[in-house]
């Protein structure tokens, strides 16, 4: 108040611009405190209210100081947001990565921010600002993620994978960076390329993650055996890990071990019960109740799987048999 009082009464020269300066740093500071605000708000109209007045503030800030840098990324960001402004997004960013020239690895944020904005029919612009974000940053994890799925997208697997390799090495256990390719991949046809790419990172770093996700690859190459070794791999190193649980009790059943399927069953629902409504539960109850003569049992389980998507014949075609 004290700052837009002083300019309102006449403030000149290297006054003026001093004073707008420190009020553009200010109102930047209100409205990252207004967003941490928006996690206490009790309602969604009331976070709606407060992004809103963080907007409007940040609008403040870079009309009082043209220069703040940290505000445009910020509209940027705020506007990624479900209904954000996909044109404010490019308008910000393009201003930040000009304000940020002497400062490549920021810059290199800022042109994946740019190039998650373009539209679909814009894919070579988004690709330009991707090897612009990566020439500034080579270990720009999200950047080569990214350009990775463009890649895959345009059936430059080869190119996909050199990304992902490059990511891998930066993050070995990056799990969730992995997950995204593998899936690309599986869908693509391209099974051995993406058990390649998990051996590899394995190689450099093991982890409960990676070898869970090889496990999925391996079974729907139906390698159950290679599939069991990685879970029992994954358990040694997590062995609190309710998903590699399950996914190992399918397995047993279908080689037999019937108690072992119980007994991994019983550990991932003891660990998280949470994990006992998940599908891959009901899934392995119903397993279980078929080998053991509960056919009531296990017809109320798929049911419950198919109201949860009535759209899933495969289910269904379960269920009749």
């Known amino acids: 108040r004290l700052l837009q009082s002083a300019i309102k009464k006449g403030l000149s020269g290297d006054n003026a611009a001093f004073a707008k300066k420190i009020l553009g740093s200010v109102l930047l500071q209100k409205s990252q405190q207004m967003l941490g605000a928006m996690g206490q708000a009790r309602t969604a109209g009331q976070r709606r209210q407060l992004l809103e007045e963080t907007m409007r503030t940040l609008d403040e800030a870079i ?30 960013t393009t201003k930040a990565i000009e304000l940020l020239g002497e400062n490549p690895e920021q810059r290199s944020g800022a042109y994946v921010l740019r190039a998650l904005a373009w539209s679909a029919d814009e894919e070579d612009k988004r690709v330009e600002d991707l090897d612009s974000a990566i020439k500034d940053n080579p270990k720009n994890i999200e950047a080569l993620t990214a350009r990775a ?59 409960d993650g990676l070898y869970r996700l090889r496990a999925i690859v391996y079974r ?13 791999k994954a358990l040694a190193i997590e062995p609190r890990e309710p998903i590699s649980l399950l996914q190992r009790a399918e397995i047993s059943i279908s080689k037999g071990n019937l108690q072992a399927a119980k007994d991994d069953l019983r550990a991932a629902e003891s660990i998280a019960p949470v994990v006992a409504a998940s599908e891959q539960a009901i899934f392995v109850r119903c397993l279980i109740a ?17 109201e949860r998507d009535p759209s899933d014949d495969g289910r269904k075609l379960q269920l009749a048999n």
Not at 150 to 179: F, Y
């Open 220 to 232: 729907m190459q139906m390698k159950e055996d290679e599939a069991l070794a990685d879970l029992n």
């Open 149 to 207: 799925i463009v890649r895959l997208r345009s059936d430059d697997v080869s190119g996909a994978i050199d990304d992902m390799e490059l990511v891998l090495a930066e993050d070995p256990t990056n799990k969730q960076v992995a997950q995204v390719l593998v899936e690309k991949l599986t869908e693509l046809n391209r099974v051995e390329d993406a058990l390649e790419l998990l051996s590899k990172a394995l190689e450099s770093k093991p982890s």
């Open 290 to 306: 078929i080998e053991e003569g509960r056919m009531a049992d296990a017809i109320n389980e798929m049911k419950t799987l198919i």
């Open 63 to 92: 009309a009082s100081d043209p220069g703040l840098v940290e505000a445009y990324l910020l509209i940027a960001r705020l506007n990624s947001l479900p209904g954000g402004d996909k044109d404010r997004i490019l308008e910000a």
